[in-house]
Every structure is written in C-alpha cells, then in structure tokens.
C-alpha cells in the first residue's frame, strides 16, 4: 500500500531534550515536506526537500533541522524543543516530476512541557 | 500580510446546497493552486488541483482568477459526506515552497 508513515503518532516531553519524528514514504517520492498546523494558523511549511541531500527552508525553520540521506526517509529533529514547538507536524511527499499533489502522513502530535 | 487567505467560515449548510469558497493568494508569482480536505485533525488529502481554464471533479468546480489572485471552489448538491475543512494551498517557486490557507470549515446538516 502506498502510503506516508511518521513515528511516533504521539510524543510528550520536556524542554531541551533532543528528538526525532521519522517519516518515511515508499512511493519513491522526490519531493518531501514537513510541516505543522496550530489553531488559527492553519498549515506552516517548515523545512522541504527536492531529492536527496537536497534540503531548503519552508516559512517557519527556526528550531528544527532536517536530513535526506535517502530518498524514502525525511526525519524532522528537534535539537532542543521548546514549548512554543508543541504542535500536529505533518509530512507529506509527491512525486515532484510530474505532480505537486501531496500524500501526507497521520500526524505526530507533540506536546513540550 | 498573509500569502493565502481564506474565510474561516463556518459554513453550515443544508444537504443539496451549493456553496461556494473563495481564497485569495498575494503573490502574483504563485505557480499551482490546489485545494485540500482535512477531516477533524486528519492529515489533509487533495481534493483538486486549480487550472487557469477551471476545471470540474463531479459535483466540485475550481476556478482561478490570475488578475484578482484569487481561486474559489463550488460544490453543488452537498452530501453529509462533504462536512470538512477545506484548504487552499499555493506553490509559490514550482517544486519548493507552499503556502496553505487556515481553511473553511463546512457542516452539511441533514
């Protein structure tokens, strides 16, 4: 089944330890994103990905870094998180070449305290 | 200033309605225009992309003004089903960048 995958769903922890959300996409997808969506602010693009190695900032990059050292696999990682990080982070990939539609992943939903 | 722009609703509309949303987009450089669903908190799933001639899905219609900067989507003969967020989204440089509205909240009441 084709789909986008992120670990984990649900996250809480405290501010300043490091994590990483995985998300991962087996429709040999080009294109990957990640992003989150807070009340009243709808969908912020944070950081995407144009193929491997290849890694530009979205709207709102502060705070988190991202790698793409294969093509299926775009971990979001959160150095020291904060509590104004607490959010629903999507990732969504496409097929870039010939499609901007976006297959997004279940959401991780993290809270910082 | 906002790049995409959407009236928040809510929409509550009987079934069978037609109602229409519009979204307007700031930068005249935007490149594709689609719009999303979301349903309660789920990840958002394209409901169609915005063409320059317009373009129709069964009951959704999309359009594109360019010189307005805005797009809009009808949906004729509402179904219970139809009840979502509806996103506008725009891709500012091809490939890179995209922009989502805050969405339009519809309720198809019975």
């Known amino acids: 089944e084709a789909q986008v995958t992120q670990n984990p769903r649900y996250l809480i922890t405290v501010t300043g330890k490091k994590l990483t959300v995985t998300c991962s996409q087996n429709?040999?997808?080009?294109?990957m994103s990640w992003y989150r969506q807070d009340p009243g602010l709808g969908l912020r693009q944070i950081y995407y990905?144009?193929?491997?190695?290849?890694?530009d900032k979205g709207d709102v990059p502060e705070g988190y870094k991202v790698s793409r050292k294969e093509k299926r696999n775009f971990p979001l990682i959160l150095e020291s998180p904060s509590p104004n990080q607490t959010s629903l982070y999507f990732c969504?990939?496409?097929?870039?070449?010939?499609?901007?539609?976006?297959?997004f992943g279940p959401g991780t939903r993290l809270t910082v305290t | 200033r906002k790049e995409v722009e959407q009236d928040p609703g809510p929409f509550n509309v009987p079934e069978g309605a037609t109602v229409a949303f519009n979204c307007t987009y700031s930068?005249?450089?935007?490149?594709?225009f689609f719009w999303y669903r979301q349903d309660c908190r789920k990840e958002p799933k394209l409901l169609m992309s915005?063409?320059?001639s317009g373009n129709e899905d069964g009951r959704f219609t999309a359009q594109l003004n360019r010189a307005s900067q805005y797009i809009s989507l009808l949906i004729r003969d509402s179904k219970l089903s139809d009840s979502a967020t509806y996103l506008c989204?725009?891709?500012?440089?091809?490939?890179?960048?995209?922009?989502f509205g805050t969405g339009t909240s519809l309720t198809v009441i019975p």
């Open positions: 969504a990939s496409s097929l870039y070449r010939d499609s901007y539609e976006q297959y």
């Open positions: 429709m040999n997808h080009e294109y």
């Open positions: 990905s144009m193929n491997v190695e290849v890694t």
């Open positions: 930068n005249s450089a935007s490149q594709s």
């Open positions: 915005v063409y320059s």
């Open positions: 989204v725009v891709n500012i440089k091809r490939g890179g960048q995209f922009y």
